[in-house]
């Protein structure tokens, strides 16, 4: 009696921290002090627990309740604190038994339920790895809880059984009917699951543009994509994600604790083992592609699209503001975001593609007849993706309209399971070479590396190293073009790239840099 | 007298009943001032208790000490203030309660005490 203690995390970014609820009960008037930076969501958490008490038949102490936040220096925000608080609270008041180490991680509605939270599979992997393997959640975070190893989930549908599970009164107690519950059940299965990928077999023609998209699956290289209306960009785009393989336990864990954080509606059940795919639309913000609002900034789309692919459609259209903010991520594959509340980090390992028309009109493609553009609007128009931004994407090509010939041909193209074959195999071929490095892809490899233990002989680079005498390439554009060409090795089973390979490379990265 | 009149006056008397059982003497009750009313004054030992007692039928419109606000806290400190200096006894210690009765008529009455809360 007097004194409570339960333990929650906070989450700033990615990375959760302990947190530990202290409450202390006063014997004078009723009131209800929070300390320990609460920001306004969690100060209303005072509300919601006392409704939820005495709905759950186990009201508040009569008496001044206080509690704190431990650290007190850690800014923390949002709902999921509600159920440590009040068990802290009734623990105090000696209405439940001490919880021990056991962290609960839910938000409480005023009827008593416990409603599931965002951000539950990061705050589970520190608890645990912080030695709080006891959990306690909503029954609609159960699966997402479990996903984490080594951890011990308990949850419930309501703060009564919760509370008959820790020793309550049971007299007092009001559990649910049968109903409720079957309601709250039924309501926790949408998953993300197994919706189809599209098929490559779906393209016609585009012959160049369907091994660019294979050898940018294979060493996870960036992309951007040329062409007039309806040469087949978007549908290019979208099928990359569909050639490259499952995510590894280490990925899939990043990724599903990425999509926890920015997802609302559906709550994760399984790991999400397909690379993900964000297609944001060109009147985005930088907020939203980076990264931002207020308080601790929340994941954009690049980190939504981390180990899978960010496809910016038209991508001309968009802020160059929004497209230089992803300079930084394409360079170090995460973004740290500093606001005033604090510093939160994300992983931002996506592969870009970027798709763009010829011009502003779109007809500028072959002979360019049709294009009613000046020299000036397509100048400007290109103008918007900055040379420093193209010069980070390795595969640049053009893409020209279908003919009747394409057409015809559209029904014997290789559908995405013989590609991701492949790709599976070159990517192999990468591990087993770059592993001693702690690489996986060719596009990780440093500019160091392939200047020294990777360095190819001088009669396979011939025509970049003249490409580079001519000032035509920067000194990342090479080592950009050998990584393209490893990747090209890998996918012909070559051991070493030879100077078709780094011709073909270089190819791919000229096409745009005339326009 | 009108019904949630009687309720008050009922509570203040039980109240007072069960202070004297609780070995406070009442010297005091229902004394006015411009700016309110103490509802009961006893004395323990030398100190001067001043209580305030808040009498509900039930729970549903909140806790009856849930009605004893901070404002109404510091109104009782310069009420106290005000009876001591009438009566000649600036400076005698003194001590501010808060009695809550939830009285629905028919269960015996549940009276909770709550010392020093101002």
Known sequence: MGLGRTFSVALVGLSGHMVEVEADICQTLPAFVLLGLPDASLNEAKDRIKAAAKNAGIPLSRRKITVNLIPASLPKKGSGFDLAILMSALQAAGDVRPSGGTVFLSELGLDGRLRPIRGVLPAVMAAVDDGHPEVVVAAANRAEAELVPGVKVRSYGTLAELLLAYGADPVPLLLPVGDAEEALAGRESPTAGDCREPDMADIAGQHEARTAMEVAAAGGHHVMLVGPPGAGKTMLAERLPGLLPDLPDHHAMEVTAVHSLSNTAAHLTQLLRRPPFENPHHTATTASIIGGGSGVPRPGAASRAHRGVLFLDEAPEYDRAVLDALRQPLESGNLVLHRAAGTAAYPARFQLVLAANPCPCGMASGKGLECSCTPVQRRRYFGKLSKPLIDRIDLQLRLNRLSLADMAGAAEQEASRTVAARVREARRAQRERLGRWGHELNSEVSAELLKTELRLSPTATVDLDKAMERDVLTGRGYARVLRVAWTMADLAGLAVPDRDCVCTALAFRQQVGAA | ?118
């Open chain 2, 1 to 118: 007298m009108r019904a949630k009149d009687k309720l008050g006056k009922d509570g203040e008397d039980l109240a007072a009943r069960y202070l004297e059982q609780a070995g406070q003497r009442v010297v005091d009750r229902n004394w006015r001032s411009g700016t309110g009313e103490i509802d009961i004054v006893a004395l323990e030992g030398a100190t001067v208790v001043v209580s305030e007692v808040k009498t509900r039928r039930s729970p549903d419109y909140g806790h009856p000490l849930e009605a004893i606000t901070p404002a109404k806290v510091q109104r009782l400190q310069i009420l106290t203030l005000q009876w001591l200096r009438a009566h000649g006894m600036s400076g005698t210690g003194y001590r501010i309660d808060a009695v809550a009765i939830l009285h629905d008529g028919q269960t015996p009455p549940v009276i909770e005490h709550v010392k020093a809360v101002g």
